[in-house]
């Protein structure tokens, strides 16, 4: 007899997302991993601790490595996994791997002797000199070898005038790094502002970090702390910070030379917080697109 009406829907597991319900899959070599958000595609090489946090590292076809928090929020053969720490057996792997495999401060694979690729017509822009010496400290090497130029900005006040400028389009794509990229503050208007113009809807990306200055995505514990202080509204940031480093703090070559100590912490990708991690490498990925070169 047909049910003129159909099944009871709530019959069955009704609760149940549509993909099913996630499993556990342990972070093992070179298993092939979908993050659901972005939908970046990449084979595990590492499992490390970086803020506080434990952080998966997949690289894809063309060898670049990407972090990832390790955890719920991905896919194997379109069906939800969550990622655990690997058994102690295959964690050993991951770290003989790690040590044959030749890096750059990114994470990324090394090319021994590869030189400088041209310049591509597509920039990245960072707010300022710091922002700008950070990257190319950790990321430089990989910079030059996709021919990615980056720039900085001395701020994001005019950024629609700048995205104007530029005249973004195919072959010629921007990516741009806003520091203290939170709701409801100056640079979120700012923002939005730019992205609402036509010239920005396809070959424009910018995205931002959490921070209110791109010191604060160096790892606290490279400076001797378990967070970065809280420096009262009204006081430079900046200064401050020297301050309860009990650095020279007064003048702006002291803030030069206090950067400069900070930068000097910095080793590898793995100094930095993860925040910044995604984003720096994401506007790598949109510069260096190959449909859109």
Do not use: C
């Not at 601790?49 to 060898?63: A, I, M, P, T």
């Not at 939800?80 to 791997?97: S, Y």
């Not at 790690?98 to 310049?119: D, E, F, I, M």
């Not at 996709?146 to 629609?160: F, I, N, Q, R, S």
């Amino acid at each position: 007899m047909t049910d003129r009406y159909g099944s009871d829907v709530l019959s069955g597991d009704w609760r149940a997302p549509r993909r099913g319900r996630s499993r556990e899959v342990p972070a093992e070599l070179d298993v092939v991993v979908e993050d659901a958000q972005s939908g970046y595609v990449g084979a595990v090489v590492r499992v490390e601790k970086s803020g506080g946090q434990h952080v998966v590292f997949l690289e894809d076809r063309f060898g670049k490595a990407r972090g990832f928090p390790l955890g719920a929020g991905f896919l194997i053969d379109g069906e939800p996994v969550t990622l655990v720490a690997p058994r102690p057996a295959d964690a050993a792997r991951l770290d003989e791997h790690q040590a044959r495999a030749g890096r750059t401060a990114s994470g990324s694979l090394a090319v021994p002797g590869a030189k400088a690729r041209v310049a591509l017509g597509s920039r990245i822009f960072v707010e300022g000199r710091h922002d700008a010496e950070l990257v190319e400290k950790v990321w430089g090497d990989d910079l030059r070898i996709e021919g990615v130029v980056v720039e900085y900005l001395e701020g994001v006040d005019d950024l629609a005038a700048v995205i104007g400028d530029f005249r973004p389009e195919k072959g010629r794509r921007l990516g741009i790094l806003v520091d203290h990229l939170v709701p409801g503050t100056k640079e979120a208007r700012i923002v939005e502002k730019a992205r609402a113009l036509p010239q920005a809807r396809n070959h424009v990306l910018i995205v931002g970090h959490p921070y209110v200055d791109v010191w604060q995505s160096v790892r606290p514990e490279r400076l001797g702390w378990s967070k970065w202080p809280v420096i009262p509204k009204g006081q430079s940031w900046k200064h401050g910070i020297l301050a309860e480093l009990g650095w020279p703090h007064t003048t702006q070559a002291d803030v030069a030379r206090g950067w400069k100590q900070i930068l000097g912490t910095v080793r590898t990708y793995a100094d930095l917080q993860p925040e910044l991690l995604g984003r720096v490498e994401e506007l790598i990925d949109f510069v260096t697109d190959p449909a859109q070169q």
